[in-house]
């Protein structure tokens, strides 16, 4: 960080914070549903099975139609596609 930054942040620190609310943790199970469209999720079919490494041995990855919208470093990559959930 920066600290010339930080330096008009840290002197409105709380420094003996309370807790409001209920003591108790509180746990449920609920559906998780895709946040994402059916017609955004389609990836190549003809190679479902290539690893990171084999992927890494290609010239052009991008050729492949999984790597180029699915991987993080794909060239039209669909960042929420596959990744997000919402709770329903």
């Not at 609310?21 to 998780?32: D, I, M, Q, S, V």
């Not at 003809?46 to 139609?65: F, G, K, R, V």
């Not at 669909?78 to 329903?88: E, I, P, S, T």
Request: charged share 20%; aromatic share 12%; net charge negative.
């Amino acid at each position: 960080m920066n600290p010339v930054a930080t330096a008009g942040i840290s002197t409105c620190c709380v420094n003996n914070p309370w807790g409001l609310g209920a003591p108790h943790r509180f746990e449920f199970t609920a559906e998780l549903m895709p946040a994402w469209l059916d017609t955004d999720l389609n990836p190549d079919t003809d190679h479902p099975y290539l690893t990171e490494a084999e992927l890494q041995e290609e010239s052009s990855p991008n050729d492949y139609s999984f790597y180029k919208y699915y991987h993080t470093r794909g060239d039209s990559l669909k960042r929420g596609v596959g990744r997000k959930w919402a709770l329903n």
